[in-house]
């Protein structure tokens, strides 16, 4: 569907709202007035397939999509990147998440990020000018997202950035924190990227987006809602989980595209205002904390460039060719044999290691000390590991210190195996 046909149908679907009296209205940032398309709208859109049965007719269907309009945030960001495509220049849009984004229970060519990608590409792009990136990565948190951006999403020039972790994280002060720093890392680059979230839900209810529509919230950014929108369809049952996924997490295909239409309604809503937003300014004070922000993530190939992190003697460690989901160039391995320290010289606030963790007595374990004393000890044999990579926090303190750190393979790991993949840190005088 092109853009002058979108509005077409924007600006029917407005006078239908009119007549009606359906406001289309999100959390009172979507008006009538503001021109929300009406339940209308959703019946041309250009994604078929989404889920529609006997149970959920067309206007049920069109509440749903509506329903997934959480905020339609501060669009100026947003605006001047569509604008640029439209005119010819490159962007890129970029999808950071876990196994949805990534695209599990669809596939590469018709998960919801490909399926609005192509959307946007279509309505905004010209002769090919808009980049796709998918740096979704199962089975990971922000946690392990927040570390990797840098590599997977700002160093590819992002524009616009979709992020979905809500049924990765946990609700603790780690993940709130790691999710915060993350939005602020992508808030702060010098191209100024648009970041929207997206959320998403388990079968069980289990979903971080309290939490984090609090930080989109308090960054006024664009937020979309799974379930906001299909929650109550299934609670009337109009719907059940099995017409959204798969499993207990994953969506379908169907699901896949109903994800992608909610992501073109926020589009189409966008596209029928008038109003222009000013620049947002960003929160010097951040809302629950930003102690990972700008994270370093340091692979095998690191060439000890960065004064901050010096890898020195290798001890019982060597570096392998080995690979894991995101992280294809090697690893630092123990192979089973000796104790002798992989050695490190940090200064920041904080430390991570990113291991690959099994379920399985053929992993090891490591201590890590700190200038002498023991930070903690890393089990990489976890019973929910499955081979996934996994950032694990080493230690986080209330400003910046320099740090000798020792990697120890434990007495007991004697012929067993302990990857390293990224060792990361953060530089952070003073955060909540």
């Excluded at 997490?249 to 937003?277: C, M, Q, W």
């Excluded at 694990?392 to 004697?414: L, R, T, Y």
């Amino acid at each position: 569907m092109n853009i002058k046909k979108t509005l077409a149908i924007l600006t029917a679907a407005a006078m239908t709202a009119a007549l009606t009296g359906c406001s289309g209205s999100t959390n009172g940032e979507v008006s009538a007035e503001s021109g929300s398309p009406s339940a209308e709208v959703m019946e041309t859109s250009n994604i078929e397939g989404t889920v529609q049965t006997e149970a959920a007719p067309a206007k049920e269907h069109s509440e749903t999509v509506q329903r997934s309009l959480l905020s339609l945030g501060n669009t100026y960001r947003l605006e001047n990147k569509l604008s640029k495509a439209l005119q010819g220049e490159n962007i890129t849009v970029a999808y950071l998440g876990g196994s949805i984004t990534e695209g599990v229970g669809g596939t590469p060519d018709t998960c919801y990020a490909k399926l609005s990608f192509d959307y946007i590409a279509e309505n905004y792009g010209k002769d090919g000018n808009v980049e796709y990136v998918n740096a979704g990565v199962s089975g990971t948190p922000s946690i392990l997202g927040n570390l990797r951006v840098q590599k997977d999403v700002l160093g590819k020039n992002a524009d616009i950035v979709f992020i979905e972790f809500a049924v990765n994280d946990g609700m603790d002060q780690l993940h709130k924190d790691s999710y915060e720093s993350l939005v602020r890392t992508v808030l702060k680059q010098g191209n100024e990227p648009a970041v929207i979230l997206l959320f998403t839900v388990t079968e069980t209810g289990h979903t971080c987006q309290p939490h984090m529509s609090e930080i989109g919230e308090y960054y006024g950014l664009p937020m979309i809602s799974v379930p906001d929108a299909i929650q109550p369809e299934i609670e009337a049952g109009r719907m059940t989980w099995a017409d959204y996924a798969g499993d207990g997490a994953h969506p379908n295909a169907k699901g896949h595209k109903l994800v992608a239409e909610f992501i073109e309604y926020y589009f189409y809503t966008l596209s029928s205002r008038s109003a222009v937003d000013a620049p947002a300014d960003i929160p010097i004070v951040p809302k629950f904390g930003n102690p990972y922000e700008n994270a370093f993530l340091a692979e095998i190939d690191y060439d000890n460039s960065n004064p901050d992190l010096k890898i020195g003697d290798m001890g019982s460690f060597s570096l392998e060719s080995r690979s894991i989901a995101d992280f294809t160039k090697g690893a630092w391995v123990y192979s089973g044999q000796g104790t002798e320290p992989l050695k490190l010289n940090v200064k920041g606030n904080s430390l991570f290691l990113v291991c690959r963790r099994n379920n399985s007595d053929t992993m090891g374990k490591f201590d890590v000390m700190i200038n002498g004393n023991k930070a903690g000890t890393i089990n990489t044999n976890q019973k929910d590991g499955w081979g996934d990579p996994y950032a694990f926090q080493v230690i986080k303190w209330q400003g910046i210190k320099d740090m000798e750190v020792e990697i120890i393979p434990a007495e007991d790991s004697a012929g067993k195996t302990i990857e390293i993949y990224g060792i990361a840190f953060s530089q952070n005088e003073s955060f909540m």
